[in-house]
């Protein structure tokens, strides 16, 4: 008998759906699985009918962090030298947008996992925490540093510290989530949010996500000047002339992604 797949694809229109599929490990985020992930994320933000990427995982967990049971029998000369979950970097390299759409629990890799897409949509039922300290270590995918970005010093401090786990309201209060959505509409409002991201222009829709990344890595003086920077390139675009023009015309735009 195989082992099932630990991600299920499944492209519908323009979005790329990535579904971790570990239930038995309530999607913990092994070595494969993390490669599967990657792979299948660079793959989409090649592919040119491809807009927006989601990245989701069952009804009880997004991803109940990395594997434990992996990391476990590890010396520190191994997670050292092999750089222990350094491949994980490369879904910073996605160009396209990529939302969590984060059910049940996203604890430590879960919840930076989480963090390392560009918007995360919360079903009620979600549950975020980084429980490393629980364990004797500390975040390792990057936790300690965008949950310290998105919700501040203090919430940071309190969640890495203490280990405790927050439900969506207390995510959302904090600026962790974008939005909290009832349960049972969860994946009928992922998919609308996708395909509005999806429908628009796609030159203008990576830019977006660049520059508004740009604001992490940058000061605001420099940020500011990258931005308008970049304005001024989408006038090169075709979906620039069409959608001002479709808009001068009252009618819709029919963007052509180029
Ligand atoms: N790694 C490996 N296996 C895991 C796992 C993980 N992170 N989380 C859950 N599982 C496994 C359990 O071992 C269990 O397997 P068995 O049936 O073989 O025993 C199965 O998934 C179901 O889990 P539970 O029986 O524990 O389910 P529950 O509903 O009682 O509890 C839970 C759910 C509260 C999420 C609990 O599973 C839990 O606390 N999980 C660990 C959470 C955690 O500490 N995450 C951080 C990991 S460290 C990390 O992520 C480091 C980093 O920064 C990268």
Not at 5 to 33: H, S, Y
Not at 62 to 72: H, L, N, R, V, Y
Not at 151 to 174: P, Q
Not at 236 to 258: I, L
Request: proline fraction near 4%; glycine fraction near 10%.
């Amino acid at each position: 008998q195989t082992e099932p797949q630990t991600v299920l694809l499944d492209k519908r229109g323009r979005v790329g759906w990535i579904t971790l599929n570990r239930p038995r490990a309530l999607n913990a985020l092994n070595t494969e699985l993390m490669n599967d992930v990657v792979g299948a994320v660079a793959a989409y933000d090649a592919d040119p009918g491809i807009g927006v990427i989601v990245i989701t995982g069952s009804e009880k967990a997004f991803a109940a962090g990395a594997d434990i049971k992996e990391m476990q029998p590890k010396t520190f000369s191994e997670v050292y030298t092999e750089d222990f979950f350094a491949d994980w970097d490369r879904l910073s390299a996605a160009r396209k947008p990529i939302i969590a759409a984060v059910s049940g629990y996203a604890l430590g890799g879960g919840c930076e996992l989480a963090m390392m897409c560009d918007l995360i949509i919360a079903s009620e039922t979600a549950k975020f925490g980084q429980p490393e300290i629980n364990l004797g270590v500390i975040p390792g995918i990057g936790g300690s540093q965008r949950l310290t970005r998105a919700v501040g010093k203090a919430k940071a401090m309190d969640l890495i510290l203490t280990g405790r786990t927050i439900g969506a309201e207390e995510a959302e209060r904090s600026g962790l989530v974008a939005r909290v959505v009832p349960a049972d509409r969860f994946l009928d409002v992922v998919g609308e949010v996708a395909d509005t991201i999806a429908s628009k222009s796609l030159p203008s829709v990576m830019m977006a996500k660049e520059v508004v990344n740009r604001a992490f890595e940058t000061g605001l003086a420099e940020g500011v000047k990258f931005e308008r920077r970049s304005f001024g390139s989408l006038f090169a675009t075709e979906d620039q002339t069409e959608g001002m023009a479709a808009f001068v015309e009252k009618r819709q735009p029919e963007f052509r992604h180029r």
